[in-house]
């Protein structure tokens, strides 16, 4: 089963309503304040998740009403973000893919965060994303291919996760590389673009954050 999270970052009222159609009938995890974001649109979660310090307390009680609705509480004072909890859920539920909208916005510190914990999903071999209305993010350790006529925007960047990422080979970009060797602190990999139909990227070690994106 699919699983789709919603956080409280900023994002379009129209890539909700896009997105959550795709998701009736599979797992629907508000994080906090992301509550309030479903309930403007009439979609009611699976699963809400946090400390719930954000969340209009009035839109929490009503859904606390819901008994078909599972509550994962915290204390404010944690380890862990918000987010990061609904990722392990997610896993924890067994998803056959992740998808986060709402993990990018003001908060440089979150959306850095929000970014590097998709590592939860990649090491459960469970494709896991982040989406708002110009980008599409993922991380990737092995060979991928992305269709020209799929991806979020014209633009496809490439970005260390780990210190280095060794045997970079890209095929059908408008800038292509053999066997590269990529550390954090490059930007090569800002900015390509895919030429042909289908465009593929290779990587012998490490992690690559990819982001699709549009102007």
């Known amino acids: 089963m699919r699983t789709l999270i919603i956080t409280g970052g900023e994002t379009s009222q129209q890539i909700l309503i896009d997105h959550t159609k795709q998701f009736v009938g599979q797992n629907i995890i508000a994080v906090d304040k992301g509550l309030e974001k ?26 606390q009403k819901n008994p078909q609705i599972i509550f ?55 494709p896991c994303e982040i989406i708002d209305t110009y980008n599409r993010i993922y991380l990737i350790q092995e060979k991928h291919t992305l269709n020209k006529n799929e991806t979020k925007g014209k633009y496809i960047s490439l970005i260390p996760l780990t210190s280095v990422v060794e045997g970079i080979t890209l095929k059908g970009f408008k800038y292509p590389l ?16 895919i030429e042909e139909q289908t465009a593929t990227i290779e990587l012998k070690k490490g992690i690559l954050i990819v982001i699709e994106s549009g102007d």
């Open 38 to 63: 479903l309930h403007e649109i009439g979609m009611i979660p699976n699963h809400i998740v946090g400390d719930f310090d954000s969340v209009d307390p009035q839109i929490l009680k009503m859904y």
């Open 178 to 193: 053999k066997n590269k060797c990529l550390s954090i602190g490059n930007s090569l990999g800002i900015s390509n673009e």
């Open 72 to 126: 994962h509480q915290y204390h404010a004072e944690k380890d862990n973000t918000d987010t990061d909890i609904a990722i392990q859920l997610a896993i924890q539920l067994k998803s056959s893919n992740i998808t986060i909208i709402g993990a990018l916005g003001k908060r440089m510190d979150h959306a850095v965060a929000n970014i590097h914990i998709l590592k939860y999903a990649l090491d459960a071999k469970i």
